[in-house]
């Protein structure tokens, strides 16, 4: 058995067994890496003259972390989010070179499953409880084989360990529902981690957005689990002296590399071997950014004491200077050396030809668990979400009475025939612009979903059929039947139960065709705006060939072949043929004519038939011209949805 598979098995018999173990008795893991260096990739220019560079983000970073509170501090910049992601196995590989062991051994392929992270932008269901988001975490990562109860009384028990009891019950929170306090949220994310038990538990800046005391609060609790052997590390940026008091190790960044490593206790003194002593009350933290960034007061006045007219541009060490000198100090310092020591006999025996080169995602549960909860949460959020559930069936009944009452009691005469195809032209187009609405269905959640795909709650698959189904049937097929019920009688269409129930399905049909092509679209955009800007242009082209705008038969033939991409086009082509087929439309004229130079007026009658008007327009009015645009809706629709999976499946997972 490889150290690979010994290593999976032992982190999986963690995970079994995590409901009988407290987290008060957890025993950490040691995370050593060796020679970590990362590169991006930058571009710059225009088309052909575009350049492709690589950017340094860390170089040579070595180490390990024991149980207790590990913190990443540097500058902004310095690398330490994208070092705490590369330990974390949350960075993409490419450009990614040295090792991350665990324990002695490789990271497992799914080790970014087993351990915590919590992300720097809190990522929790808002509309929910913290005791839902908590059981919602239970449910998915802990496996089947425990207990719906042990998993309650183990969320339970976190509860009361977060200091969570008294808003257990309350909303998290979103923009338009008042929640509970930044720490409070802070604390349920770190919960949502700990459901597992992890053995290693990073934290991504876990003060950002909070104020002093809760910053301090958070730090308290973290510090209470690192002393109970938990493996915590963090990256954080400016932290208080209350908050820096409470690091076990510490390790300071500079552009990537590091300028010290060990026992955060010590750092002080060691900065002080270097020449770089810190005034009396000055917070260590901000001492340390003042050195990297050049800035320290106290070596100007170290110098100033020793020279007493100094030319403070010509004295002065650039920051690149400063950098480079830190990086030399530190390679020099007995921490290093102890370091090195420590790292040369982790990896003494150990092969590495076994190391997983690709990385995986495990789940605890199956797809049909999976779907059942994600089903449930995803419901309950459109429920407790009024803006988006019942305003837009508020919407649609308001424009169904304005367009009830606009083209109210349409007459069988020429006038009618004009009235029914603006009436059936805008009930189209509405159902398709009504569709943009689910442009915000991926990307509102983007950040929610990837933390939990990635962190091994659910599958994509899950996620996308759970998110389909609540969007067509809470926001495109219930508005799309008041909508039916209330214009179709009003306008005073075919009087017929099928000639009904044939425009109800096609106009709901339009709606999932314009929303599925409005998920490929912005399936894989950041910014609601840009994804309206793609979909407002393609509705657009799409309206001029739907065949009231053009005569389509007239169109020039290398331009015709645009109405097959026409959503617009199916629909109405579809509503025409159920309403306007066996009509008869007629219109009373007065004419003369002289008879013995007398004058004899009578009344005519002009009729024309449903069945003409069609064949003018270029419509197949049979019952396969009729169905045919169903089935073109149907396929576009799948088509639409395939290329919103596979862009959600293949969706950027690593920053």
């Known amino acids: 058995m490889t150290d690979t598979t010994v290593q999976i098995t032992r982190f999986d018999d963690m995970r079994n067994t995590v409901s009988t173990v407290s987290s008060s008795s957890r025993k950490g893991s040691t995370v050593s890496f060796h020679k970590i260096n990362y590169s991006v990739k930058m571009k710059s220019g225009f088309l052909c003259k575009r350049k492709v560079t690589r950017k340094d983000i860390l170089i040579d970073v070595n180490g390990l972390m024991k149980p207790g509170l590990n913190a990443i501090l540097g500058a902004t910049g310095s690398g330490k989010s994208s070092f705490l992601d590369v330990l974390a196995a949350r960075k993409d590989p490419a450009g990614l070179t040295g090792e991350v062991l665990i324990d002695g051994a490789p990271q497992p392929p799914n080790f970014k499953c087993l351990s915590g992270y919590v992300v720097q932008d809190d990522v929790v269901m808002g509309t929910l409880t913290v005791r839902e988001n908590l059981r919602f975490s239970a449910a998915l990562r802990l496996p089947k084989s425990i207990k719906q109860r042990e998993k309650d009384e183990k969320v339970e028990r976190l509860i009361q360990e977060l200091g969570l009891s008294k808003v257990a019950n309350s909303r998290v929170g979103t923009q338009l529902i008042r929640g509970i306090s930044g720490g409070e949220r802070k604390r349920t994310n770190i919960g949502m981690e700990l459901i597992i038990d992890p053995s290693v538990l990073f934290l991504d800046e876990p003060t950002t957005g909070l104020d002093a005391s809760t910053a301090n609060s958070v730090l308290m609790l973290l510090k209470r689990m ?19 008091r409470l690091f076990d190790s510490l390790t300071l960044l500079v552009a990537g590399r590091q300028v010290y490593h060990g026992p955060a206790q010590n750092a002080l003194k060691y900065f002080s071997e270097i020449g770089y002593t810190c005034e009396p009350h000055n917070n260590p933290a901000d001492f340390f ?58 990896i003494q025996g150990q092969d590495y030809s076994t190391r997983p080169k690709s990385r995986t995602i495990t789940y605890s549960t199956s797809f ?14 459109l429920m407790l979400n009024p803006q988006t559930s019942f305003a837009q069936i508020g919407v649609m009944v308001f424009l169904a009475l304005i367009v009830g009452a606009i083209f109210f009691g349409v007459e069988p005469n020429s006038s009618g025939i004009q009235n029914r195809m603006g009436a059936l032209f805008f009930i189209t187009t509405n159902q398709c612009f009504s569709s943009v609405s689910s442009a915000e269905l991926f990307i509102t959640e983007r950040k929610l979903f990837v933390h939990e795909y990635i962190s091994g709650y659910y599958r994509v698959s899950v996620y996308f059929l759970t998110k389909i189904l609540s969007d067509i049937l809470t926001l495109r097929t219930i508005p799309g039947i008041i909508f039916s019920c209330v214009a179709y009688w009003m306008i005073g269409l075919k009087a017929t139960a099928e000639a009904f129930f044939i425009f109800l399905f096609s106009i709901i049909l339009v709606s999932y065709t314009a929303t599925a092509m409005t998920l490929a679209i912005s399936a894989d955009q950041t910014v609601v705006a840009i994804a309206n800007i793609f979909m407002t242009i393609s509705f657009v082209f799409m309206m001029i060939f739907s065949g009231l705008l053009v005569n389509l038969p007239s169109v020039a033939g290398w331009l015709n072949w645009l109405k097959y991409f026409s959503i617009p086009r199916y629909g109405l082509a579809a509503l025409q043929i159920n309403e306007f087929t066996g009509l008869t439309f007629c219109d009373s004229r007065n004419t003369s004519s002289s008879v013995v130079q007398l004058m004899v007026c009578f009344v005519s009658s002009i009729c024309s038939t449903g069945d003409d ?43």
Do not use: C
Request: glycine residues 4%; charged residues 20%.
């Open 289 to 346: 950014l003042d050195v990297i960034n050049g800035d320290s007061t106290a070596v100007t006045l170290n110098r100033l004491n020793h020279y007493e007219e100094v030319d403070q541009e010509q004295h002065a060490p650039t920051l690149k200077g400063i950098e480079d000198h830190l990086v030399e100090e530190y390679k020099k310092s007995p921490d290093y050396k102890q370091t090195q020591n420590e790292l040369e006999r982790i």
């Open 226 to 244: 690192a002393n109970n052997g938990r493996t915590i590390i963090l990256s954080i940026h400016q932290p208080r002296y209350s908050i820096y």
């Open 613 to 655: 008007f069609l064949q003018d327009q270029g419509i197949d009015h049979s019952t396969w011209g009729l169905w045919q645009n169903h089935l073109a809706l149907g396929i576009m629709t799948f088509i639409f949805l395939a290329i919103a999976y596979l862009k959600l499946r293949f969706i950027k997972k690593f920053t």
């Open 368 to 381: 049909f668990h999976q779907f059942n909860w994600v089903l449930k949460r995803t419901f309950q959020n």
